[in-house]
C-alpha cells in the first residue's frame, strides 16, 4: 500500500501531520502552534495538554518540513531546527520532525548524534519521520483512522465514504460547475504524478483541461497550485523564462507561503535578477527555512566570495542535497574542472540513484577528458561517457528538457563513432528528432556522415531538414555534400562557390576551405588554375595553410623540387595549434618525396592515436621506416589502451617489446591472451617470448600454436624456436616443411628449411628412410616411352602448393600405395588403353624437398650468394680452384678489416661482425696484435708521462657493464672482488653472450679450410680439447653474468637519433649503443667501458660519462679490496693484452717480469719491453722507471742468472748510450743501503754499455 506524497503548500502539511500525531499517539491535543511569522522557536504542532506523566504520557511537539518529492532533509536543517526547540520556554520529553523528503543515512546519523550528545542542553530526545516512516505509521492505522488522516475525515469512515460516493455519481456530471474545486484537486493530482514520472504528454494534457475549467470558482490556492504545476511543467520542457513567470504569477496568489517565496526566488534567478533573486533566498534563510532549492539559489546568487552566513547555509547540505551537488557539478564543468564535476555529480547520483542530470552530468565530464587529457584513457573515458548517456536516455519518460535530451542523443553518437560502434547514426537522428532548434543538430550529423563518405545518406537528411542559411559553417558542409553525392548532376562551380564562401568572413571551417578548394582542383585536372587561384587568394590567407596547398599543387603537377622547397619552408610556420588536416597534408607530402625524416615529427602533431586513422596507420608506417621503435611503440600502446588495436598493432607492439624489454613483453602477451584466449598467434608469442627469458617454455600446447598457412617467415619463428628449444625436433622439421609450401618465393624459408632439416631431422623421429609407397613420401615414376614424374603424396590435402602434391586419398595415391621401387602399377585399368607406370624412387618428402632446394636454390635466388654450389671434380681430377678462390676472397676480407681497425677506431663488437666471430674471440684477437691492441680511453695526467687522473667511485656505484667491460672482468677473475659495486648489464649484452654460447654448442667443424703462405689449400684441425675449452669458457662467463649482473630491460635506444642506431646496426654493435643509451637514460647508472670509441661516443652524442677498467682498479686498490701485488699484475696483463693507453710504473714492469717466470722473451714482459722502446716518453722518465725495475728484480728471489738477462733486456729497448750512465749516477740513492745490490746493478750495466759498443 502506497500513499500520495502530494501537499499544495507548507499549511496543508501541517495540517496533515496534526492529524497524524493525533491518530498515531491517539491524543486529540495536539494543535498547530502560533501562526507564521510569529515566533515559533522551531514548534509548528504540540500537545496542548502538556502530556500526562503520571500516566506515562510524554510531553510532545513537532515540526513540519515540506521538501520537493524525492528529496532529501539535510543534517544541517535538523539540528538547527532541534536547537531553535532547545531554547524554547516548554519542557518537552519528545520533539518530532515530520517531513515529506526520502529517509537517507544521513538523517539517521544526524539524529543519533543528537541523541547522544545532547549539546544544547536540551531536555527531549529528537525524532525524524521521513515519509517512509509516515507510510509505515499510516499502515499501521485502522482504515477509519487512516482515511481521518488522509482525508481530513470529511467523510467520517471509509463506509461512509463508499455511501456518500454512491450517491454522488448520478448527480456528478451535472454538478460540474458546482464541484470545480473537487475536479480541480483531482487535476490536480494527477498533473503532480505525470510530472513525477516525466510523462509530460499526459501532464500537458492536464493541464489544458485545467485551463478549459470555469475560473470563477478558482480560490487564491486554486490559482496558485495552477501557476506552479505549469511553472513546473514549462520548466521540465526547458522553456524556463516562461516558467519563471508564471512561478511569479504563483507567488502573487499566496505570498505567504514559504513555498511559493521559494519558487519567487527562482524565478528571479531563472529572469537574470540575481540581485533580487539572493534578496528574496536570503530573507528566507535567515528565518530558518533551509528547504531545497533555497541554499543551492544562494549559493548561486550570493556575492563572491561567499561569507561565513553564506558557507554555513549550504556547506551542510552537501552530504544531502542532489540540487546543489548538481549545481556544484555544473559549475565545475563550465570552469574546465572536468575531475570536481564528476565528483559533484557522483554525489548527486548517491543522493538520488535515478538523477538524470547527475548522469548527464557526469557524462559530459567523462567525454570532456577523454578529448582533452590523457590519451591512454581516452577510449576508457568515452565508453564511461557512453554508458551514461544510454543510462539517461534508458529512463522512463523524458527525464530532461528535450533540448538537453537532443544533446544527449548527440554526444552519445559522438561517443560512439569515437568508439567504433555499429550505429552512431540512429543517436544523431534521435537529437534531430529531439531538438526545436534542429540546425546544430543537422550540421553535426552532416559532418558525421561526410567523415564516414556517406554522402548519399547526407543529401537525404540535407534535402529533409535543410540548413540554417546564416551560418556559415552549415553552407559549407552543404557544398562538400553536394559536391560529393554522385547521385546527383550538378552544375554548381563548386570551386568558386567555396571561394565566395571563404571571403564572407570568419567562421569555425573555414581553415577547411582551402584543402577543399586545392584537392576539388586536383580532382577536377585543374592544378595551372589551382595555383593561379592560390596565389591570387594568398594575401587573405594564414601563410602555413598557403604553403601546405602550393606545395601539394606543386608536387601534383610534378615540380617535385619546387614543392619540397615549399614544403622545408612551410615546416618552419608550424605551430601547436595548426590545423591537424593541413599539418597531415604536409606529412604526406614530405613522405610523398621520400623525406620521411620531416614527415615524422609532422605525422605526431597531427595524428589522434586513440584511433587507427589513416594519419596513424601513415604514422606507423614512417615511425617503421625509420626505426623508431619508440613511437611505433607508444603508437601501439595508444591504440591498444584505447581499444583501437589490431592484430597488426598488437604484433607490432609486442616486436617491439621483445626485443627491448621482453618482460614487459611477456605481461603484455599475457593480458593480451586473457582477452583473446583463442588468439593463436598470441600463444605463439607467449612461448617465443617465454623461450627468450627462461630458455625453453615447458607449457608448450602445440595444438594451441598457429596454423602454418597464415605465417611469413619471420612469423614461424615464433613458432620454430620454442619448438627448438624443447627438442621437438619432429614438430620443427614438419613446421618449416609447411612454411615453405606457403612462402616458396622466400629466400629465407628456402634457407631455413635446408638448415633445419640438416641440423634436426636425423635426430627427429621422421622416417626418413622409405622403402614403399604411402603418406608424407615422395614418388618418382614413369610411364612407357614416357618423361619422369614425381608426386608427393600428402595427408588431407586441402590446397596444392607444391607442383606434384597430390592427396593421400586420391585414386592416384590409392593405386600406388605400399608399392615399392621398380614395381608396375596399372592406371586408369578399364580405359580403352590402360596406362602403365614403373616406379623408380620412393623417398621422405623432407628429404626430397631437402634435395630439391639444395639443387635449386641458385636458380631460384641467382644474386644470392648465401648457398653456392661447387663442382670440385673437373671429370676424373679434383679441382680446388672454387675453394682456393673463396680463400683468397676470405683472406683480403680479413686483412681489410685489419687495415680499418689499424687506421680510425671502431667498436671490438664491429670487428666480431666483420670476421663472423663472437666478441670474446674478437678481444682476444685485437688483443694479441700489438699494431691495433684495445684501444682504451681516460683522461691523461700531462705531468706523467704513463698517468692518468684516477676518477673515485662512490661505494655503491651501480656499474652498467659493456661487453668489453665484461670480458676484462671474466679474464681478470674481478667478479669477487666487485661485489660492493651493483653491476648491470642490459639485456642485449646478456643475450649477445649467450647466442655466443648457442653458437659454439651447435658448431660441429673439426677444423677448417685454409690457403698456406704458398697459396695451397690445406685442412687444420682443431685440437683435441680446444673446442671444449672455449665452450667450457662461454658458458662460464655466461654464467657469471646471470650470478653477478642484473639484467635490465629498457627502451632508452629507442628513441636514439635513427641514422646513429643505424650506423651501429649495421656495425654489429647494436648491444653497445644499447650500453651507452641506458646509461645515459638513469643517473644512477655509470657506464664502464674499456673502449675509447665507446667512452667518446657518450661523451659527444650522450653528454654520459663513464669509466674503465684502470680506474676501477684503482678504487679496488683505494678501498682495500685487492692488495697491491693484485692491482700490478692485473695492470700488467693488460699490458700485455696490448691495451692502450695504459698506465703503469716499475712496479707493474715487475709484476709483469715475475708473470713472465723472468724471462724477457715472455708474455707479458714483451709488452713491457715495447714500451721501452717507444720514443713517446723521456730518456730520464725511461731510465728512472728502469732503474726501479732493476732494484726489484735484484731484491727478488729471481736467480742472478736470470736478473741480468732481463736488465740487458730493458738496456737494449731504451737503445741510448748515455742510460747505463744516468742509471748509475742514480742508483747509490736507489740501492742504499745495500751495496752488494749496487754493485750487481753496475756490474751488470758495464756489461751491457760494453756489448752496446761493440754492436
Known amino acids: 500500500m502506497t500513499f500520495l506524497n502530494q501537499f499544495a503548500h507548507d499549511e496543508e502539511f501541517a495540517d496533515f501531520c496534526v492529524r497524524l500525531l493525533k491518530a498515531v499517539f491517539k491524543c486529540e491535543s495536539f494543535e498547530k502552534y502560533a501562526k507564521r511569522g510569529e515566533s515559533q522557536d522551531g514548534i509548528d504542532i504540540i500537545d496542548m495538554a502538556h502530556g500526562d506523566k503520571a500516566n506515562g504520557v510524554p510531553f510532545r511537539a513537532a515540526q513540519c518540513k515540506l521538501h520537493e518529492q524525492g528529496k532529501t532533509c539535510p543534517p544541517a536543517e535538523i539540528r538547527a531546527e532541534v536547537k531553535k526547540a ?8 519528545e520533539f518530532y520532525i515530520l517531513t515529506n523528503a526520502k529517509k537517507t543515512r544521513y538523517t539517521d546519523n544526524a539524529v543519533l548524534k543528537i541523541n547522544r550528545d545532547l549539546e544544547h542542553g536540551q531536555s527531549f530526545k529528537t525524532f525524524v519521520w521521513t515519509w517512509q516512516e509516515i507510510e509505515t505509521r499510516l499502515r499501521e492505522l485502522d482504515a477509519v483512522a487512516r482515511d481521518r488522516v488522509q482525508n481530513a475525515g470529511k467523510d467520517e469512515s471509509v463506509e461512509g465514504f463508499r455511501v456518500v460516493m454512491k450517491e454522488m455519481m448520478p448527480s456528478f456530471a451535472e454538478n460540474l460547475v458546482q464541484s470545480g474545486n473537487q475536479v480541480l484537486q483531482a487535476k490536480f493530482v494527477q498533473v503532480e504524478k505525470h510530472l513525477k514520472t516525466q510523462n509530460r504528454v499526459l501532464a500537458k494534457y492536464e493541464l489544458e483541461q485545467i485551463d478549459d475549467l470555469p475560473a470563477a470558482s478558482q480560490t487564491a490556492s486554486d490559482r496558485y497550485l495552477v501557476h506552479r504545476l505549469n511553472a513546473k511543467y514549462l520548466m521540465q520542457i526547458g522553456q524556463f523564462d516562461e516558467a519563471a513567470r508564471r512561478f511569479l504569477k504563483a507567488y502573487n496568489e499566496q505570498p505567504q507561503l514559504d513555498q511559493a517565496r521559494i519558487n519567487r526566488s527562482l524565478a528571479l534567478e531563472l529572469l537574470g535578477e540575481k540581485d533580487k533573486a539572493w534578496k528574496q533566498a536570503s530573507e528566507l534563510l535567515r528565518a530558518g527555512i533551509r528547504t531545497e532549492p533555497l541554499p543551492t539559489i544562494a549559493y548561486r546568487t550570493a556575492p563572491r566570495p561567499h561569507t561565513d552566513e553564506v558557507k554555513s547555509w549550504y556547506e551542510d547540505q552537501l552530504d544531502t542535497s542532489e540540487e546543489l551537488n548538481l549545481t556544484l557539478a555544473d559549475e565545475a564543468r563550465v570552469d574546465g574542472r572536468p575531475e570536481d564535476s564528476i565528483r559533484y555529480a557522483e554525489k548527486a547520483i548517491e543522493i538520488d540513484e535515478e538523477s538524470a542530470r547527475g548522469f548527464v552530468l557526469r557524462g559530459f565530464a567523462y567525454h570532456n577528458l577523454a578529448l582533452n587529457s590523457d590519451p591512454e584513457r581516452t577510449a576508457e573515458r568515452l565508453a564511461l561517457a557512453e554508458r551514461d548517456y544510454l543510462h539517461v536516455l534508458s529512463m522512463t519518460g523524458d527525464p530532461l528538457p528535450d533540448g538537453l535530451m ?38 553535426q550529423y552532416l559532418s558525421y556522415l561526410c567523415s564516414r ?51 564572407e568572413g570568419e567562421f569555425r571551417r573555414r581553415d577547411e576551405c582551402l584543402g577543399f578548394i586545392v584537392q576539388w582542383s586536383i580532382d577536377d585536372s585543374k592544378v595551372e588554375q589551382g595555383i593561379e587561384r592560390l596565389q591570387r587568394m594568398q594575401p587573405n590567407l594564414d601563410p602555413f595553410e598557403f604553403g601546405c596547398c602550393m606545395a601539394w599543387l606543386q ?21 601547436p595549434e595548426s590545423p591537424p588536416n593541413y599539418v597531415a597534408l604536409l606529412a604526406r607530402l614530405f613522405m610523398d618525396l621520400d623525406d620521411d625524416v620531416q614527415a615524422l615529427p609532422l605525422l605526431k602533431q597531427a595524428a589522434d592515436c586513440t584511433r587507427l586513422t589513416i594519419e596513424t596507420r601513415a604514422l606507423l608506417d614512417c615511425a617503421q621506416r625509420l626505426q623508431q621503435h619508440d613511437v611505433m611503440l607508444e603508437t601501439c600502446r595508444l591504440l591498444r589502451v584505447n581499444q583501437a588495436d589490431t592484430d597488426a598493432t598488437r604484433s607490432m607492439e609486442l616486436q617491439i617489446l621483445f626485443g627491448y624489454v621482453p618482460n614487459e613483453a611477456a605481461e603484455l602477451v599475457r593480458e593480451l591472451i586473457d582477452k583473446h584466449p583463442d588468439d593463436r598467434g598470441l600463444y605463439a608469442w607467449l612461448c617465443h617470448i617465454e623461450t627468450r627469458l627462461h630458455g625453453r617454455y615447458e607449457e608448450l600446447d602445440e595444438a594451441r600454436l598457429p596454423k602454418p598457412d597464415g605465417l611469413n617467415v619471420h612469423e614461424a619463428q615464433r613458432v620454430l624456436a620454442p619448438l627448438m628449444a624443447l627438442e621437438r625436433y619432429s614438430a620443427v622439421v614438419r613446421f618449416a616443411y609447411e612454411v615453405l609450401r606457403h612462402n616458396q618465393g622466400d629466400e629465407i624459408a628456402h634457407g631455413g628449411y635446408m638448415w633445419l632439416f640438416m641440423e634436426f631431422a636425423s635426430k627427429s623421429d621422421l622416417d626418413l628412410d622409405v622403402s614403399d609407397v604411402r603418406s608424407d613420401c615422395a614418388v618418382t615414376f614413369r610411364e612407357s616411352d614416357g618423361e619422369k614424374k614425381t608426386v608427393v603424396i600428402e595427408k588431407n590435402l586441402t590446397h596444392k602448393r607444391f607442383d606434384g602434391d597430390i592427396d593421400g586419398e586420391s585414386e592416384f595415391a590409392q593405386a600406388i600405395s605400399g608399392k615399392s621401387v621398380g614395381e608396375t602399377v596399372i592406371i586408369s585399368p578399364d580405359a580403352v588403353q590402360p596406362r602403365e607406370i614403373t616406379i623408380q624412387a620412393i623417398a621422405s618428402k623432407f628429404v626430397y624437398r631437402y634435395q630439391t632446394v639444395l639443387a635449386e636454390f641458385q636458380l631460384n635466388f641467382p644474386y644470392t650468394n648465401t648457398i653456392q654450389m661447387m663442382h670440385a671434380l673437373d671429370g676424373d ?47 682476444g684477437v685485437l688483443c694479441s696484435k700489438p699494431e691495433i691492441g684495445i684501444r682504451t680511453g681516460f683522461q691523461a695526467d700531462p705531468s706523467q708521462a704513463n698517468g692518468f687522473v684516477a676518477k673515485p667511485l662512490q661505494d655503491g656505484q651501480c656499474l652498467l657493464l659493456d661487453p668489453s667491460a665484461v670480458v676484462i672482468i671474466e679474464k681478470l677473475d674481478l667478479w669477487k672482488s ?60 655466461l654464467k657469471n653474468i646471470e650470478t653477478n649482473c642484473t639484467v635490465v630491460d629498457s627502451m632508452s635506444v629507442a628513441s636514439v637519433d635513427p641514422a646513429l642506431r643505424e650506423v651501429y646496426d649495421r656495425g654489429g654493435a647494436f648491444p653497445i649503443l644499447d650500453c651507452i643509451a641506458v646509461a645515459a637514460s638513469d643517473p644512477k647508472y655509470l657506464l664502464w667501458s674499456d673502449e675509447a670509441f665507446v667512452q667518446a661516443t657518450a661523451h659527444f652524442d650522450f653528454k654520459e660519462p663513464s669509466t674503465g677498467i684502470q680506474h676501477v682498479l684503482a678504487q679496488l686498490r683505494t678501498n682495500g679490496t685487492i692488495t697491491h701485488s693484485r692491482l700490478d699484475e692485473s695492470v700488467a696483463k693488460l699490458m700485455g693484452w696490448n691495451y692502450n693507453p695504459i698506465a703503469w710504473n716499475a712496479d707493474v714492469a715487475f709484476a709483469a717480469a715475475r708473470l713472465s717466470n723472468w724471462e724477457p722473451a715472455n708474455w707479458p714482459f714483451t709488452s713491457v719491453i715495447e714500451q721501452f722502446r717507444k720514443s713517446h716518453w723521456t730518456l730520464s722518465a725511461k731510465c728512472h722507471t728502469a732503474l726501479g725495475l732493476f732494484v726489484k728484480i735484484y731484491r727478488s728471489n729471481a736467480s742472478e742468472i736470470r736478473q741480468t738477462p732481463l736488465l740487458l733486456a730493458v738496456m737494449d729497448a731504451i737503445g741510448v748510450e748515455n742510460a747505463a750512465d744516468i742509471i748509475r749516477e742514480n742508483a747509490p740513492e736507489a740501492c742504499f743501503p745495500d751495496e752488494e745490490l749496487l754493485r750487481s746493478i753496475i756490474v751488470s750495466l758495464h756489461v751491457w754499455k760494453r756489448n752496446w759498443l761493440g754492436k
Not at 649484452?989 to 667443424?1005: H, K, W
Open 555 to 575: 608536387h601534383v603537377g610534378g615540380d617535385d623540387e619546387k614543392a619540397l622547397q615549399h614544403a622545408t619552408e612551410t615546416k618552419r610556420l608550424l605551430k
Open 406 to 443: 537532443a544533446d544527449v542523443h548527440r554526444n552519445l553518437g559522438n561517443t560512439q563513432f569515437l568508439l567504433g560502434r555499429s550505429n552512431p547514426e540512429k543517436a544523431f537522428e534521435d537529437a534531430i528528432a529531439k531538438a526545436d532548434e534542429k540546425s546544430p543538430y543537422v550540421e
Open 86 to 93: 532547545a531554547g524554547s520556554d516548554f519542557e518537552m520529553d
Open 978 to 1037: 666487485l661485489s660492493k659495486f651493483p653491476l648491470v648489464v642490459t639485456r642485449s649484452v646478456s643475450d649477445y653472450f649467450a647466442s655466443e654460447v648457442e653458437d659454439l654448442e651447435a658448431s660441429r667443424s673439426e677444423g677448417t679450410l685454409t690457403l698456406t703462405e704458398s697459396g695451397k689449400v690445406a685442412f687444420q684441425d682443431i685440437p683435441e680439447g680446444e673446442k671444449e675449452e672455449r665452450l667450457y669458457v662461454a658458458r662460464t662467463l
Open 453 to 503: 563518405r556517406e554522402f548519399e545518406t547526407a543529401n537525404r537528411v540535407l534535402r529533409q531538414h535543410g540548413i540554417d542559411e546564416a551560418s556559415l559553417d552549415q553552407r559549407f558542409i552543404r557544398l562538400v555534400v553536394q559536391r560529393n553525392d554522385q547521385t546527383t548532376e550538378h552544375s554548381t562551380d563548386f570551386i568558386e562557390a567555396m571561394e565566395k564562401l571563404y571571403g
Open 877 to 923: 681430377e679434383l679441382n680446388l680452384s672454387p675453394i682456393k678462390k673463396s680463400l683468397e676472397q676470405r683472406r683480403e676480407h680479413c686483412e681489410s678489416v685489419f687495415a680499418t681497425f689499424r687506421n680510425q677506431p671502431l667498436p671490438v663488437a664491429t670487428l666480431a661482425s666483420w670476421l663472423g666471430i663472437g666478441f670474446y674471440d674478437a678481444h
